[in-house]
């Protein structure tokens, strides 16, 4: 049977469940404008590197003024609504794979073996210059739990969830998110992937055995030769979002809020340069708000709950530029109707690459 049909959906407190009103930071003005081809620059090295890395900052490019530029041209927070996306699945009554095609997100039921260490021992930390990529790559590669249980886990839920995939990438590592972990919670608007292809060059996800002694360059080259080859049509990033141990749960301070694809404008995206996370910068994008944008969330997501949304879409055939994006924005916000004593949020989050047939 699939793994991927409706589940039955845990009952939520009413007062977590359905819509809410909430300010969500983290918009660019809609003013905000680019030539073709531009890039904002967001330098936020600074906050990783410690204080030699605060000095290098100040004391370094253009960089510095760019950012501080940027960062003008953010709005104050939007009056948003969020959705209960447990009811739009309800309402909607597809099957898992069919509302992921649609929504580009769907929350799917999975108890997992990871303990609290496994997810803390596999996180991967901002390295924003070659040499921390290196030391944390060589921590990794003695720590591979992620890999040795996870991945195993998860492997029939990505395949029944795109029954197109060929071939999978399980990376060694996480983004493990609060307290006690090296990440913090991502409270602004933003797409961690670009639209196309050259948007992938410092952020291309490879497991393939052999591939960790490889520059980057090496990497995306092999990664660009793959896409032309005839077994595949196609190329996906997953995101898999779960709330994890040691947190009790569920989520009810800062949840994940997703925005379907399908209500955001391709001229509404911003293009961004961002450094501070990985050796070289990585393409990302932001967004201008618009009212047609439709915002939802999974109240009271448990730990043994995924949320998966698709980060970074290609395939053959289709022509650039896009006439609209099939890839997630997305954001933590604060909920309103949180307690003040609610636990605070501890998750971490898998990107996989999928290529498809």
């Known amino acids: 049977p699939s793994t991927c049909q409706p589940l039955p959906l845990p009952a939520v407190p009413r007062k977590m469940s359905g819509s809410v009103n909430v300010k969500l930071p983290g918009f660019f003005r809609s003013d905000t404008t680019l030539e073709p081809g531009e890039h904002l620059v967001l330098d936020f090295s600074f906050m990783s590197g410690g204080c030699s890395g605060c000095f290098k900052w100040l004391c370094g490019s ?56 496994d997810w803390l021992v596999n996180t991967t930390a901002p390295a924003p210059d070659k040499a921390s990529a290196e030391k944390l790559d060589s921590v990794l590669k003695a720590a591979p739990p992620v890999v040795e249980v996870y991945a195993k886990e998860i492997d029939p839920l990505v395949r029944d969830l795109l029954p197109s995939a060929v071939d999978v990438e399980y990376p060694r590592f996480v983004l493990r998110r609060g307290p006690g972990g090296p990440n913090n919670y991502a409270l602004s608007v933003h797409q961690d992937y670009g639209l196309y292809r050259e948007d992938m060059a410092n952020t291309v996800i490879s497991a393939k055995e052999g591939s960790e002694g490889l520059g980057q360059k090496e990497r995306y080259s092999r990664w660009l030769g793959r896409m032309a080859s005839d077994d ?120 996989i690459g999928v290529w498809t047939r």
């Open 62 to 117: 253009g960089n510095v003024r760019k950012t501080l530029k940027n960062m003008g041209r953010m709005s104050p927070p939007k009056e948003v609504v969020m959705h209960d996306a447990r009811v739009l699945e309800q309402q909607e009554g597809l099957s898992k794979r069919a509302f992921f095609e649609k929504h580009g997100f769907v929350l799917l039921e999975h108890r997992t073996a990871m303990t609290a260490e």
């Open 232 to 351: 595949v049509s196609g190329y996906t990033v997953l995101n898999l979002w779960r709330p994890v141990p040691p947190m009790e749960g569920p989520v009810s301070k800062v949840p994940l809020a997703v925005c379907d694809p399908d209500s955001v404008r391709v001229q509404d995206t911003v293009p961004q340069n961002l450094f501070g996370y990985v050796p070289g910068g990585q393409h990302t994008m932001g967004l201008k708000f618009h009212p047609d944008q439709r915002w939802y969330f999974y109240p009271q997501m448990t730990k043994d709950e995924v949320l998966v949304h698709r980060q970074f879409h290609w395939q053959k055939g289709v022509p650039e530029p896009y006439d609209r994006i099939q890839t997630v924005f997305h954001t933590a916000f604060e909920h309103p109707g949180a307690p003040p004593n609610a636990e605070k949020r501890t998750s971490s989050e898998y990107r």
